[in-house]
């Protein structure tokens, strides 16, 4: 069986040990993994330029796919710190689909980045949100 690889926020993988010693290289690595897969369902489809939108529980993601290969950067930052390694270029445009949702006086609805607890009844998301706008 083949040793298990870790995805890295470049599109690449890396094996455990590599990863271990260098995290900081995979810090993206879920985003960068849509963006890859999604460039690959695309060349086989017939397609080499797209924009993606990933739609996750807390933020909703973008990034260009030009000529079949996804655009990366080495120009990103996490939080305000700069992080100066290869990665995808991702950006957050919106929270996600299971980001609690609540009204105020100012807007027609608000939401932010967390996730509701697991109950039988958990409070509305932006998703549902949407669709009773």
């Known amino acids: 069986m083949p040793a298990p690889l870790v995805m890295q926020s470049s599109g690449g993988v890396i094996e455990l040990e590599v990863a271990a ?54 120009e990103a930052a996490i939080a305000g710190v700069p992080i100066k390694l290869p990665m995808v270029d991702v950006h957050t445009v919106s929270a996600g689909g299971g980001s609690i949702a ?18 039988p009844a958990p409070p509305p998301t932006a998703w549902a949100a949407r669709i009773l706008r």
């Open 21 to 74: 010693r260098g995290a900081a290289a995979c810090v993206l690595s879920g985003p960068a993994g849509g963006v890859v897969g999604a460039a690959y369902v695309a060349k086989a489809s017939g397609y080499q330029n797209l924009l993606t939108f990933d739609m996750g529980g807390t933020s909703s993601d973008v990034a260009t796919i030009l000529n079949g290969e996804a655009l990366t950067t080495t």
């Open 102 to 119: 609540w009204v105020d006086a100012g807007a027609p609805y608000v939401s932010a980045p967390t996730r509701p607890a697991p109950t």
